[in-house]
């Protein structure tokens, strides 16, 4: 059971990336996932969440309006689009998938994810 997450990179102020979080040993369409980020010196926090029915989508304030989850159940993936892209977005961004619905204003509560995956690192620089 694994959760892994990529395409991470360098990229500009303005720039856009595609994270992508894929799930071997478990089918990702019956989860709930949420990416998660933290930079260096700063506390983990929530950034963006899927539930099981794919009407339901939660983003932090600070994404909302340039960032996008969608999921792929065919290719069991989740994505984060991430588009205008700040310097504060650089981070490690983390993928994690909990086997029920995200209880509303709940959805960045890390302790209900069951499982994570490894990170891939996001920086934003000029």
């Known amino acids: 059971v694994q959760l892994q997450a990529s395409g991470g990179g360098l990229v500009q102020p303005g720039g856009s990336l595609r994270l992508s979080c894929a799930s071997s040993g478990f089918t990702l369409a019956y989860y709930s996932v949420a990416w998660f980020r933290q930079a260096p010196g700063k506390e983990r926090e929530g950034v963006s969440c899927?539930?099981?029915?794919?009407?339901?989508?939660y983003y932090a304030e600070s994404v909302e309006g340039r960032f996008t989850i969608s999921r792929d159940n065919a290719k069991n993936t989740v994505y984060l689009f991430m588009n205008s892209l700040k310097p504060e977005d650089t981070a490690g961004y983390y993928c994690?998938?909990?086997?029920?619905?995200?209880?509303?204003?709940?959805?960045?509560?890390?302790?209900?994810?069951?499982?994570w995956g490894q990170g891939t690192l996001v920086t934003v620089s000029s």
């Open positions: 899927i539930g099981l029915s794919d009407g339901n989508t």
């Open positions: 994690a998938a909990a086997d029920r619905e995200p209880s509303g204003s709940s959805w960045n509560w890390s302790p209900q994810y069951d499982y």
